[in-house]
């Protein structure tokens, strides 16, 4: 594993393991399906959704709050949609100790 950078990425500094930065396209299906969004559309959902999505974020925040609201909306979404989406990039990351 490289060593976790932070950088501005659409405007929101995120961190990311040092070798992985810029290379999420070469590994993201989406990127290379037909049905692909535009550079406008993301953003267009993005603020569609954004008065849906908070409620559940402070859902999970008051009934679990040992947990990234984040990563478990991310986890649902993949369970409900079959999807694997690993995440490159968080604003939020917290690096942890592994126990050996």
């Not at 976790?4 to 290379?32: F, K, M, P, T």
């Not at 959704?49 to 609201?69: R, S, Y």
Request: net charge negative; with cysteine.
């Amino acid at each position: 594993m490289g060593c976790i950078i932070r950088y501005n990425h659409h405007g929101i500094e995120v961190a990311v393991q040092s070798h992985l930065r810029g290379r999420h396209r070469e590994h993201c299906l989406c990127s290379q399906c037909a049905l692909f969004p535009t550079e406008g559309t993301p953003l267009e959902v993005a603020s569609e959704i954004e008065g849906q999505i908070q409620p559940i974020v402070d859902w999970v925040t008051k009934n679990h709050p040992e947990l990234c609201p984040k990563a478990s909306i991310l986890y649902a979404y993949c369970q409900l949609f079959g999807l694997t989406t690993p995440v490159w990039e968080c604003p939020d990351m917290i690096a942890q100790t592994r126990k050996g």
